[in-house]
């Protein structure tokens, strides 16, 4: 893609989470993804750590009520483990909207496309 700024997933979800909050937007980052050691992994298990879990989670107001919406941040070429689509699963059966984005422009159709539903 000669030309395009390719921004890092980081860079990405920066941008989502500034439009989210400048828009009034909850959001917050669900950090899943670390490198520890194996003694410190089991203790944040314990503790709640879901590996696969998406990386915000959204509360899109609509009429007085909130939606919780999860976003799922990739790079134009990324693709989701499959821990990522396991709780994507998890969240469908649940009836939680999950979306894969990948750009700020994405995350903000997705946030606009809620906003349209009824709850």
Not at 23 to 47: D, Q, T, W, Y
Not at 89 to 100: E, I, L, S, T
Request: proline fraction near 3%; hydrophobic fraction near 45%.
């Amino acid at each position: 893609m000669a030309g395009i700024l390719m921004l890092s997933e980081d860079e990405i979800q920066m941008q989502i989470v500034q439009w989210l909050t400048l828009m009034g937007i909850v959001c917050f980052h669900i950090p899943n993804e670390r490198n520890s050691s194996v003694a410190n992994m089991r203790r944040l298990k314990k503790l709640g750590l879901l590996p696969g879990a998406a990386d915000l989670e959204v509360w899109i107001p609509i009429q007085g009520k909130t939606k919780t919406v999860y976003l799922e941040v990739k790079r134009h070429d990324g693709r989701q483990s499959e821990n990522q689509k396991l709780f994507q699963a998890m969240c469908v059966k649940a009836g939680h909207p999950y979306h894969v984005v990948r750009s700020l422009e994405e995350a903000i159709e997705v946030v606009l496309m809620h906003q349209k539903k009824e709850i």
